[in-house]
């Protein structure tokens, strides 16, 4: 059974900075595409970041500057760190990874974690 955890959510000020780290664990056989995504109260789900197995990363260009996505294939492990945060990135986090878990390149999801930008 595949699961990714998210962790590293949290309250912060605006213009704090959090890291997100979301580990995959169970059975992978190999990891594609990772990415994060958010979705904000009333919104629909929306993509803020990708990162290719080679680490090429692209962003949404609301937070390009400001996020930055990593990746630890060892660890199968993906990484968000956010800088100069805004209130409009409240939302929760998800992370998504298109794996090999024996039968074939499926998207998994993480459970999500809160993030809340306030003063």
């Known amino acids: 059974q595949v699961q990714l955890v998210e962790s590293g959510g949290g309250l912060v000020q605006p213009g704090g900075s959090l890291r997100l780290p979301c580990a995959a664990s169970?059975?992978?056989?190999?990891?594609?595409?990772m990415a994060w995504y958010r979705q904000a109260p009333g919104k629909q789900r929306e993509l803020v970041a990708t990162?290719?197995?080679?680490?090429?990363?692209n962003y949404a260009d609301s937070v390009a500057g400001r996020f930055t996505i990593s990746r630890d294939n060892a660890k199968n492990t993906v990484y968000l760190q956010m800088n100069s945060l805004k209130p409009e990135d409240t939302a929760v986090y998800y992370c998504?990874?298109?794996?090999?878990?024996?039968?074939?390149?499926?998207?998994?999801w993480g459970q999500g974690t809160q993030v809340t930008v306030s003063s």
């Open positions: 990162i290719t197995s080679g680490r090429r990363a």
């Open positions: 998504n990874a298109d794996l090999h878990d024996g039968s074939g390149f499926i998207d998994y």
């Open positions: 169970g059975r992978i056989y190999s990891i594609n595409v």
